[in-house]
């Protein structure tokens, strides 16, 4: 299978995904407040994520990562990416939200370890990239 990477978007809103197939192994989505999106609509966003992976066992991430969960959601219309991690985080002077589903994990491997630290790697890229500090 060869990687092909797609996504849509900027720095205020979009995703990407890897590689191009339904359903998608692997898809990022991002949200800042500004430019359109208001703080109420990431906080609503967030609170509704809090929700349904709290339902459903979901694990709060460190406090570095910001506010947000890590949860595994079988037998729920997200089957498809039951691998899910959500975090609202402070990057520069703006509010983020990032979102990362994965649709299986490795046998073997801590699902819920694995979703932490990739929300790290993603929020660390998503700094470099919009040129802001995570957590600041």
């Known amino acids: ?7 849509s978007g900027n720095e205020s809103s979009g995703d ?12 990022v989505g991002w949200l800042q407040a500004g430019n359109g999106t208001s703080q109420e609509h990431l906080d609503f966003v967030m609170d509704d994520r809090r929700r349904l992976y709290s339902r459903h066992g979901g694990v709060p991430l460190p406090a570095d ?3 947000g969960l890590a949860a595994y959601l079988p037998n729920t219309p997200f089957a498809d ?22 649709s299986q994990v490795a046998k073997g491997r801590d699902a819920i370890k694995d979703l932490i630290e990739l929300m790290r790697i993603a929020q660390k ?11 600041a």
């Open 1 to 7: 299978m060869s990687l092909v990477e797609r996504n």
């Open 16 to 27: 990407c995904w890897a590689p191009d197939t339904a359903p998608r192994p692997l898809e």
């Open 65 to 67: 990562l910001g506010d």
């Open 81 to 102: 990416q039951p691998y899910r991690v959500s975090a609202k985080f402070r990057c520069g002077d703006k509010q983020r939200l990032i979102d990362i589903y994965l």
């Open 125 to 135: 890229r998503y700094g470099h990239l919009y040129n802001c500090t995570p957590g």
